[in-house]
């Protein structure tokens, strides 16, 4: 599995971005599927999963009731809908794919099968 992430931006305090990742391969729908950042100075975070299917999300304390993770199979891609953006979540952003759930919530960057090139995302105050 080939994964891009793609719609960082500048964006100011209390707005919006959408982040996309566009997934390669017939195995797509079989992955767990979620969002990571790394701001500057600091290690990998996990921010989103979501379950093969989309039934189970799972989110960081730090961005919960703000962001919403999806996706569709159809098209091989997961999305990272981002509210109430705060200066504090400037970071590069990336998706990941693993084929357990277990691995994904552990949110361990470096131990997902597939990682891939991230998006940066800065929020201005």
């Known amino acids: 599995v080939q994964l891009q992430a793609s719609g960082g931006g500048l964006v100011q305090a209390g707005g919006s971005l959408r982040l996309s990742c566009a997934g390669s391969g017939r195995t797509f729908s079989t992955y767990a599927m979620g969002w990571f950042r790394q701001a500057p100075g600091k290690e990998h975070e996990s921010v989103a999963a979501i379950s093969w299917g989309g039934g189970r999300t799972h989110y960081a304390d730090s961005v919960k009731g703000r962001f919403t993770i999806s996706r569709d199979n159809a098209k091989s891609a997961v999305y990272l809908q981002m509210n109430s953006l705060k200066p504090e979540d400037t970071a590069v952003y990336y998706c990941?794919?693993?084929?357990?759930?277990?691995?994904?919530?552990?949110?361990?960057?470096?131990?997902?099968?597939?990682r891939g090139k991230g998006t940066l995302v800065t929020v201005s105050s």
């Open positions: 990941a794919a693993d084929a357990s759930w277990a691995t994904m919530t552990k949110g361990r960057y470096n131990d997902m099968d597939y």
